[in-house]
Structures are given as C-alpha cells and as structure tokens.
C-alpha cells in the first residue's frame, strides 16, 4: 500500500512540474533529441564489438564470436605501445594543460587595466577559432626543417631536422599545442566563477591588511575550487579520450612509436583496414576506463569534498 501511495505521489509531482516548467521543458527538448540519436541511439551499435560484423549480413545476423576481439587486442603486438602512448599524452595534458587556463583566468582577474584585459582575452581566445587543418599546418610549417620553432631549437643543440620525424618531439609539439589552442577558451568558465565572488570579502581583507597575493590564496582560489572540482572530475571522465583528428593530421609511420594513440589505431583498423568489429571492440574499451576513471574520481571527491557530480 505504501508503495502505491510514493508511485502516485511522484507521478503527481512530476506531472505538476511539467505543467509549471513546461517552456523549461519545452527549451530542453532539441538538446535531449540531440543526445538520444546520435548519443544513445548509435550505442545500439556497440554489439558489433562481440561480432564478426560484415554489412551483407547487419549487425543482428553477423556471426557471434563473444570476447575474441578483445582478446586479439589485449594479446596483440600493439596493445602495450598505443596504450602507454595514450595515458602518457593524457597524464601530460592533465598536469601542464589542465592549470593552464586557471592560471591565465586568475591572472586576468588581477589585471586592473580594462583594455589591456579585454587584449589578453581576444588574443588568447582566438587560436581555439582556428581550425584544426590551419592549425596543423601551422604546427607543420613551424616544424619543418625551415621552420621557425626548429630554426630556433637548432641554436641549443637540436639537428634541424623536420620535428615531426623525431619521435622524442611529437608529445611535447602536441601537448604544447593543445595548450596554445585551448587555454583562453577554457578559462572563461573560470573568469565567470570568478565574478560571482563577493566583493565584500576582498573589501575585508584589505581591511585587514590582507595584498593581493594573500587575497588570492584566501579567497579566489577556495571561491573557484568548486568549479576546478567539478571541470577536473569531467576531464578523468575523457582522460583516455586523445583527439585523434589532430594526432591523425600530424603524426606519419616514422613517429608511431610515441605518436599512435588507442583513437588513431581505431581509426586506422575501422576505416582503414574495414576491421568494423575489432575497432568497435578497442573503442568500448577505452570508454570503459573512461567510464571507471569517471566513477572513481567522483567518488573520491565526493569522500574528500562537498563537489561531486552526483
């Protein structure tokens, strides 16, 4: 009986609440279109992972061959290098790309000249406009053995040659350039958290004798950490996701051994070698440890902190 009594009451409340929210709702509706068919809908798909997938047959008639692909892909001779290349260039990202755009926003904040602020920001905006086949062309042309970056490393030792040949380079070339390419994109979020800081705190603390270095410790930074939190559990959650556009656009057989991520490979065996199932298999497993890294760095906030996603 008590159980009929909930039901009712929350079906209730859900219809009254789409009465009173229903432009809310009415808002809502493209977006949750949007993820249904192409984010929900193609997951139907993933079964082909389990499956000797050929299109004459489709994917429910295809042979069903259960883990065979993942167990090629674990005992395969490319396993180790893609996957070590992949959380290298990730943990990389995290630690030199993550604090980037908080310090850049944190450094806008402290500028008091309003037209040299508003510079900083349309210059630092601008690269994420570029698109990504100027941008790595860009990164070719400055590369090269011609080029200005490998003309100005030449003078500390380096042999001139093209950049993008030399395996040691390419995780600096990339990691440095994702930096430059989304930094002053990313750091607007932080420049929003940081306007919604009370001013009377800092009004205090200068009272208090408190510079601005102090201010910086004791009140912007603890008034952003909520929003570092949450940014930082969201990026765990895409920490193996490596944009294979750009490392695709840029790497070549010579640097594969620094440069080949689980992304690339996936593109390369799906599209390429029209391994549908075998890539369908590689590509479940990275989302998987997306998924764990998600669950778990959640988790730990949630223990060690009052910011959690759920």
């Known amino acids: 009986m008590q159980n009929v009594i909930k039901k009712t009451n929350w079906r209730k409340f859900l219809l009254n609440d789409l009465i009173r929210n229903k432009l809310l709702y009415v808002m809502m509706l493209p977006a949750l279109i949007?993820?249904?068919?192409?984010?929900?809908?193609?997951?139907?798909?993933?079964?082909?992972?389990?499956?000797?997938?050929?299109?004459?047959?489709?994917?429910?008639?295809?042979?069903?061959?259960?883990?065979?692909?993942?167990?090629?892909?674990?005992?395969?001779?490319?396993?180790?290098?893609?996957?070590?290349?992949?959380?290298?260039?990730?943990?990389?990202?995290?630690?030199?790309?993550?604090?980037?755009?908080?310090l850049l926003a944190l450094f806008i904040n402290e500028l008091r000249s309003q037209g040299f602020k508003r510079i900083v920001q349309s210059v630092t905006y601008m690269p994420y406009f570029i698109s990504l086949i100027v941008v790595c062309?860009?990164?070719?042309?400055?590369?090269?053995?011609?080029?200005?970056?490998?003309?100005?490393?030449?003078?500390f030792g380096s042999d001139g040659k093209t950049m993008l040949q030399n395996p040691n380079y390419f995780r600096p070339i990339y990691i440095l350039s994702e930096i430059w390419q989304h930094f002053g994109w990313e750091s607007i979020i932080y420049l929003a958290a940081l306007s919604g800081i009370d001013q009377e705190q800092y009004e205090a603390a200068r009272i208090d004798?408190?510079?601005?270095?102090?201010?910086?410790?004791?009140?912007?930074?603890?008034?952003?950490?909520?929003?570092?939190?949450?940014?930082?559990?969201?990026?765990?959650?895409?920490?193996?996701?490596?944009g294979f556009e750009k490392i695709i656009l840029l790497?070549?057989?010579?640097?594969?051994?620094?440069?080949?991520?689980?992304?690339?490979?996936?593109?390369?065996?799906?599209?390429i070698e029209f391994n549908w199932s075998f890539s369908a298999a590689v590509g479940l497993f990275n989302s998987l440890i997306n998924l764990v890294l998600?669950?778990?760095?959640?988790?730990?906030?949630?223990?060690?902190?009052?910011?959690?996603?759920?």
């Open 34 to 102: 949007y993820y249904i068919i192409f984010h929900y809908g193609p997951m139907y798909g993933a079964i082909i992972a389990f499956k000797e997938y050929t299109p004459s047959n489709g994917i429910m008639n295809s042979e069903w061959v259960g883990l065979a692909n993942f167990q090629d892909f674990f005992s395969g001779f490319y396993f180790w290098r893609i996957f070590k290349n992949t959380l290298l260039i990730s943990l990389y990202s995290l630690i030199f790309g993550f604090p980037a755009p908080i």
């Open 137 to 155: 062309g860009i990164i070719k042309d400055f590369t090269n053995s011609g080029g200005l970056i490998n003309t100005l490393v030449s003078y």
């Open 209 to 242: 004798g408190a510079g601005r270095w102090r201010q910086m410790l004791n009140i912007t930074i603890p008034g952003i950490l909520p929003t570092i939190t949450i940014l930082l559990i969201l990026r765990m959650g895409n920490l193996l996701n490596v």
């Open 251 to 271: 790497y070549n057989p010579s640097i594969y051994e620094t440069a080949d991520v689980i992304a690339s490979y996936v593109y390369r065996k799906g599209l």
């Open 294 to 310: 998600l669950v778990t760095a959640n988790y730990i906030s949630r223990k060690t902190s009052e910011n959690s996603l759920w």
